[in-house]
């Protein structure tokens, strides 16, 4: 049996289309949807993120804006920068790149986001809201596995599924949401105890580790719907060829480039599992979907009257 693939890159296709509507509804309503983006220091992969957020925000008809402080910023400073973004009535989403610098607090700066412009779901409020089963902003990443599910019609309710890992930013958000779909849910971390036992009775697993290939094929149940959340690059030749054993087109790419991004769960997996998102291609690009669609849901609810909500199909969607 060869595992679905369930293709992140179709699914963001589709909520663009459907963003892209509500954008120019909402728009014709007065409100254009706009991001701002700050972007600390010269880190060349977080401007590559960057880059590619306002090129979304740009193909959706959003308004953006990027804020560039330098990397030598301090807190005070950057919260100055928050302050102002919070009071900016055109800014409907706040996003601030990570990592910031070490000598920036951090967890002061992404407090100081206002809650209803925090679209990336990080604030401890959006965090309570989503623990309580209220609506709020949600974490891209974990709302974009969610997508994944339902849009392929994959079974959620009554279903048991298995988290691992439990960070605030994916396997906590992710955990709640499946609980909230009405899954059994087990979440598990580096001391959870013979985890492929545990593995073995999920009939959903999101794998959100950080641990190249990690999940084994054996430890997964025949049929079982897997979400690889995972992002690593493997750039020694053993472990490209433990994970691409039975992949040799890949493990000729891994040669002829020096690397390779895998995810979590081992490639084999694809002859075990029922539905399996790739990588790249599976929960990737649906980081960056949610987060244009958490700014229209932050324009919607901040900006849009009564008037409109009352009249247009898209309020309360998603
Ligand atoms: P993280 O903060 O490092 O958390 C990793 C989690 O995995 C921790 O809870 C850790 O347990 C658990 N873990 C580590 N080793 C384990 C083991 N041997 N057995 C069981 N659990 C183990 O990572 P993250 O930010 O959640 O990200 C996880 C992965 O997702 C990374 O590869 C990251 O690059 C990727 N990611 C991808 C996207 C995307 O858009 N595709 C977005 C976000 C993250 P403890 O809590 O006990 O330490």
């Known amino acids: 049996m060869t595992a679905r693939i369930l293709d992140g890159a179709k699914i963001r296709d589709q909520i663009f289309v459907e963003l892209k509507d509500e954008v120019r509804l909402l728009t014709s309503a007065g409100v254009r949807p706009g991001l701002a983006a700050v972007l600390v220091g010269d880190n060349p992969a977080s401007q590559l993120y960057v880059k590619s957020k306002i090129a979304a925000c740009e193909q959706l008809g959003l308004?953006?804006?990027?804020?560039?402080?330098?990397?030598?910023?301090?807190?005070?400073?950057?919260?100055?920068?928050?302050?102002?973004?919070?009071?900016?009535?055109?800014?409907?989403?706040?996003?601030?790149?990570?990592?910031?610098?070490?000598?920036?607090?951090?967890?002061?700066?992404?407090?100081?986001?206002?809650?209803?412009?925090?679209?990336?779901?990080?604030?401890?409020?959006?965090?309570?809201?989503?623990?309580?089963?209220?609506?709020?902003?949600?974490?891209?990443?974990?709302?974009?596995?969610?997508e994944i599910l339902r849009r392929n019609d994959i079974p959620i309710e009554g279903a048991n599924a298995v988290v691992l890992g439990r960070s605030d930013i994916v396997g906590k958000p992710m955990a709640l949401l499946l609980m909230h779909a009405n899954t059994t849910v087990t979440i598990c971390h580096s001391k959870t105890r013979d985890l492929p036992e545990v593995v073995r009775h999920a009939d959903i697993i999101v794998a959100a580790m950080g641990k190249a290939g990690f999940v084994e094929a054996s430890?997964?149940?025949?049929?079982?719907?897997?979400?690889?959340?995972?992002?690593?690059?493997?750039?020694?030749?053993?472990?490209?060829?433990?994970?691409?054993?039975?992949?040799?087109?890949?493990?000729?790419?891994?040669?002829?480039?020096?690397?390779?991004?895998?995810?979590?769960?081992?490639?084999?997996?694809?002859n075990v599992a029922g539905a399996l998102t790739p990588v790249p291609g599976g929960v990737g690009p649906m980081t960056i979907t949610m987060l244009m669609s958490n700014t229209v849901k932050a324009a919607r609810l901040r900006r849009a009257s009564p008037r409109f909500s009352a009249t247009q199909s898209i309020a309360g969607a998603r």
């Open 63 to 146: 308004a953006s804006a990027l804020l560039t402080p330098p990397a030598t910023v301090n807190t005070l400073d950057l919260l100055a920068v928050i302050e102002d973004l919070n009071r900016d009535n055109e800014v409907d989403g706040i996003l601030v790149q990570l990592p910031l610098p070490t000598q920036v607090d951090t967890k002061r700066i992404l407090e100081a986001v206002d809650p209803s412009k925090d679209v990336d779901g990080f604030h401890p409020v959006n965090l309570g809201r989503l623990v309580s089963g209220r609506p709020g902003l949600v974490a891209c990443t974990p709302a974009g596995c969610m």
């Open 219 to 270: 430890w997964i149940k025949p049929g079982a719907a897997v979400i690889d959340v995972g992002t690593n690059r493997v750039t020694d030749a053993k472990g490209a060829e433990r994970l691409f054993r039975n992949f040799p087109e890949r493990l000729e790419k891994f040669r002829a480039k020096g690397n390779a991004l895998v995810g979590d769960v081992h490639p084999d997996a694809l």
